[in-house]
């Protein structure tokens, strides 16, 4: 629990994005100047959230997701088009993402879900695989780039990170497969 002056910290299992995604992301952002965007190196693909607390919180949650990921291979992902969320779960709307298609990712969101309690909401049968690209502003110049085709980018996933959410950084990696 926290105490005054010690807030919780929010810890994730995120796919690590190739610069092609992240241009890409920031790119399709500028198109939306009156969303609040992702900047470079913020962009994010959320495997699994894991939960919460202090520092040895954080220590016994990499123990478990590190052992739930014993056997994982690499996979392959795709950025496919430019979608949004009308009605964001949380914080502002619309929500324009590029959405991603990872049959692995897929699986192993489901994997980690039997470790770690799914969110509700936002995980487990309503985990939507994506990256977003910026939230709010003007839903007619959202609605106006999801019209948009992209070039689909495609990568293996040869690593996965464990995140701060509340830092915006990455703590630690581990490479697959595991």
Same mark, same amino acid.
């Given at each position: 629990?926290?105490?005054?002056?010690?807030?919780?910290?929010?810890?994730?299992?995120?796919?690590?994005?190739?610069?092609?995604?992240?241009?890409?992301?920031?790119?399709?952002?500028?198109?939306?100047?009156?969303?609040?965007?992702?900047?470079?190196?913020?962009?994010?693909?959320?495997?699994?959230?894991?939960? %919460? #607390? =202090?520092?040895? +919180?954080?220590? $016994? @949650?990499?123990? &478990? /997701?590190?052992?739930?990921? !014993?056997?994982?291979?690499?996979?392959?992902?795709?950025?496919?088009?430019?979608?949004?969320?009308?009605?964001?779960?949380?914080?502002?709307?619309?929500?324009?993402?590029?959405?991603?298609?990872?049959?692995?990712?897929?699986?192993?969101?489901?994997?980690?879900?039997?470790?770690?309690?799914?969110?509700?909401?936002?995980?487990?049968?309503?985990?939507?695989?994506?990256?977003?690209?910026?939230? %709010? #502003? =003007?839903?007619? +110049?959202?609605? $106006? @780039?999801?019209? &948009? /085709?992209?070039?689909?980018? !495609?990568?293996?996933?040869?690593?996965?990170?464990?995140?701060?959410?509340?830092?915006?950084?990455?703590?630690?990696?581990?490479?697959?497969?595991?």
């Amino acid at each position: 629990m926290p105490t005054a002056g010690n807030s919780l910290t929010v810890y994730s299992l995120n796919v690590p994005l190739p610069s092609a995604v992240t241009s890409l992301a920031a790119d399709l952002a500028a198109e939306l100047p009156l969303a609040e965007a992702r900047g470079r190196g913020e962009h994010t693909l959320v495997a699994k959230r894991l939960g %919460g #607390g =202090d520092h040895a +919180a954080y220590a $016994r @949650l990499e123990g &478990r /997701a590190r052992d739930s990921l !014993r056997g994982q291979p690499a996979f392959e992902a795709k950025v496919t088009g430019v979608e949004q969320f009308e009605t964001a779960a949380t914080g502002p709307s619309p929500v324009v993402y590029l959405a991603v298609e990872s049959p692995g990712l897929l699986a192993l969101h489901e994997r980690l879900c039997e470790r770690f309690d799914p969110v509700e909401g936002l995980e487990g049968e309503d985990y939507v695989p994506h990256v977003t690209v910026a939230r %709010g #502003g =003007d839903a007619d +110049a959202a609605r $106006r @780039l999801v019209e &948009r /085709a992209i070039e689909p980018r !495609r990568w293996t996933v040869d690593a996965l990170a464990f995140f701060d959410a509340d830092r915006g950084q990455e703590v630690s990696r581990v490479s697959l497969p595991a």
